[in-house]
């Protein structure tokens, strides 16, 4: 079983020709809504690879609110421990894409809402998971006091550290699974991972920062892990790529699931290059990510 502590979102996405300037109006085309959020998405993709999920995050009591819910309800993630916060917008992400390239202001609303207390108002779930996975689009507060009780009930950390900040090393120390990709692993080290090479470095010092197992996703390249130990590469499928939207957070979830399910390492850092490379052969966040029929038809490759 995996509980996900993280961010809901919508994203509003729209075309535009250029950038509005401040005061200006102009049209653009295509509007849609879709569901987001990297806590979202992560607990879409491992329900849809077969987990069983539950959610912790807040939304706000409006219409985007109950469409986020729903969302998670139609695709079996167990929403009793999402909280609705009233007075408040839930997050939203309004992007506008020009030339296949994207500007984005991000609201947090109500996911900045999600305190300690309530991470320990569901402390049942998360005493009966195998595996928690956070990421750092909510308060640190509350990402510390997950950290906490998973630790107390024997559970695997998973921190997604995206979007990348500074992170205190008693939390870095505590940490089972860490998932940067390229730049946040850079934000988080100084260390540039533009090779593989420079990857294993940059895992070699988050492994000496206590994190057991750093990975460190480097898109078409695949992944790094190890521990302090020792360092391997893992390379991904190659795949016709569409959209990588999502692409490294189906990674951590396929890693979770993987865990949650008493695979090794090495086993889920593969489960998770296989879900993340379908990811990116689709269109779309949550829309992409993959079924174990899909995986099981690239494996066979
Ligand atoms: P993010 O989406 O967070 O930027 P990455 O780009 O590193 O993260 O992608 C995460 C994972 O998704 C990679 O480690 C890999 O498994 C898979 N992936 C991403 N891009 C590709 C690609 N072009 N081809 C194959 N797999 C990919």
Known sequence: RITVVGSLNIDMVVTTPRLPVLGETILGSGFMTTPGGKGANQAVAAARLGGNVSMIGCTGDDIFGNSLLSNLAVNHVDIEHVKVIPSV????????????????????????????????????????SDVVVIQLEIPLPAVERAVDLAKKH???????????????????????????????CETLTGMKADSIG????????????????????????????????????????????????????????????ALSRGK??????????????????????????????????????
């Open 89 to 128: 917008s839930s997050g939203v992400a309004m992007i506008m894409v020009k030339d296949g390239d994207n500007s984005i202001i991000v609201d947090p609303g109500a996911n900045f809402m999600l305190t300690p207390e309530m991470i320990d108002s569901a402390e049942e779930e998360i005493k009966r």
């Open 264 to 301: 090794n390492i090495a086993e889920a850092v593969e489960f998770g290059n296989i879900a993340g490379a379908l990811t990116v052969t689709r269109k779309g966040a949550q829309a992409s990510l993959p079924t174990p029929s899909q995986i099981a038809a690239l494996e066979e490759k």
């Open 154 to 184: 024997g559970a695997i950390v998973l921190l997604n550290p995206a979007p990348a900040r500074e992170l205190p090393d008693v939390l870095l120390s505590r940490i089972d699974i860490f998932t940067p990709n390229e730049s946040e």
């Open 198 to 257: 420079a990857a294993k470095d940059a895992a070699v010092f988050l492994a000496s920062k206590g994190i057991t197992h750093p990975i460190i996703t480097l898109g078409g390249s695949g992944a790094v892990y190890g521990n302090a130990g020792k360092i391997f590469h893992r390379p991904a499928p190659e795949v016709e790529v569409v959209d990588t939207t999502a692409a490294g957070d189906c990674f951590s979830a396929a890693v979770a699931l």
